[in-house]
């Protein structure tokens, strides 16, 4: 291979790459909107409530450098003025997994590992003080979110063990029923709502500080942890039912609800759960790939990592076009005219979900909702509650719920 000649090459590209900077940057300053946009989105702390890139941890990334293969990586993050996000440990329960709490605290150990190896980048946050504080020294603030209940098995201990090493909030369950709640995307009731041993795990996850997720989770278990709860709780990466009628997007009545119990819906970026005519390709489009799902699941049976990484290959592949940025607007317009500016906030889903809507393919591309927002007339002092504060909000109130 002619070395010259490639470094020429790449010293080519590199002048192109800096080239399209500028005139992109020279775009944003011309437009005073986007100059203001970008002053507040600098000021805000921004916290993404969900993003499942410890999927990737086992097959090598380092999120200390651009990786385009994940949505997620540190130098991602602060081009898209991203503060704060909590990690998903994310463990399926579509499966009977024999050793849910060996699989999440491997992947609670690679989260540790990817920020230790990244020290100058990032730090682990485990309270709002922490996030404040990290925001200033100019780093990644890294949270632990756990995505299912499974690993706590049905052991209050673990789950205490689990706030030790920094989860600070668990969603209930994922796609199925589990030991502690009943899921919205599976058929017939298991518990009706929470099991016995989920309203022990609620009352004690308010004694802890944890805050109770109520994404992925049926409608009656979500009225049964408002009855339980003391604490305010979250959807970490739920939309709104009335916009795309998707089982585990919430209704009207449930935001209500949520709302008037302190709480904060923070929105998904998925476009499946975002537009229904995104929804309706999608779904005629996997109904053309089920063939090699099925593959894929019997030649993964025991590679759980292969099988999460093939799977979100297929939905990328069969996804129709992204939608617009203003339907993701639409979801955060919906929930202020119904509950108000208090109550809604921000969760990806990347890395976990496959297509976001254009402008917002990757992490980077969060100021593109700041300057939706102000678009669309919202003060920055409402911009400021969306982009972080309510979330912190809703953090802070279950900290103070913590009794020794
Ligand atoms: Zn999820």
Request: net charge negative; aromatic share 10%; hydrophobic share 40%.
């Amino acid at each position: 291979m002619n070395t010259l000649y490639s470094r020429k090459f790449l010293i080519f590209l590199l002048f192109v790459f800096v080239a399209l900077n500028i005139f992109a940057d020279e775009d944003k300053t011309i437009d005073p909107l986007w100059k203001k946009a970008m002053e507040i989105h600098q000021r805000a702390i921004v916290i993404d409530s969900h993003v499942d890139t410890p999927l990737a941890f086992s097959r090598g990334v380092n999120i200390g450098v651009r990786d385009d293969s994940v949505e997620v990586d540190l130098v991602k993050m602060k081009e898209g003025g991203v503060d704060a996000a909590f990690f998903a440990v994310f463990i399926s329960n579509d499966d009977d997994d024999k050793h849910p709490s060996k699989d999440a605290l491997q992947i609670i150990d690679r989260i540790y590992k990817q920020v230790e190896k990244n020290s100058d980048k990032a730090e682990m946050a485990f309270s709002v003080a922490d996030i404040e504080r990290i925001e200033k020294s100019g780093k990644r603030a890294i949270l632990i979110g756990m995505e299912n209940g499974s690993p706590v098995e049905d052991s209050l201990e673990l789950l205490r063990i689990y706030y030790r090493l920094g989860v600070r909030y668990v969603t209930l369950t994922h796609n199925y029923h589990n030991s502690i709640s009943d899921s919205s995307t599976a058929f017939h009731g298991k518990w009706y709502g929470l099991s016995p041993f989920g309203v022990d795990m609620v009352k004690e996850m308010n004694r802890l500080g944890m805050m109770i997720d109520v994404s992925h989770i049926s409608d009656r278990a979500f009225y049964e942890v408002l009855k339980y709860s003391t604490s305010p709780v979250i959807a970490t990466h739920s939309c709104c039912r009335a916009i795309c009628d998707v089982n585990r997007n919430m209704s009207d009545e449930m935001i209500k609800e949520l709302a008037k119990h302190g709480g904060v819906i923070q929105i998904n970026f998925y476009s499946g759960f975002l537009s229904p005519e995104f929804k309706a390709k999608s779904d005629e489009n996997y109904e053309e790939v089920i063939p090699s799902v099925k593959e894929i699941r019997s030649k993964y049976r025991d590679d759980k990592d292969a099988y999460w990484d093939h799977m979100v290959k297929i939905w990328k592949e069969s996804s129709p076009e992204s939608p617009e940025i203003d339907i993701l607007m639409n979801h955060i317009d919906h929930v202020v005219k119904l509950v108000g500016v208090d109550h809604v906030g921000l969760g990806s889903d990347f890395d976990g979900a496959g297509n976001f809507p254009k402008g917002l393919q990757d992490i980077s591309g969060y100021p593109v909702i700041t300057y939706n927002l102000l678009k669309r007339g919202y003060s920055e002092e409402d911009i400021l509650k969306i982009l972080g504060g309510n979330l912190l909000r809703v953090f802070r109130e279950n900290e103070k719920q913590r009794t020794e």
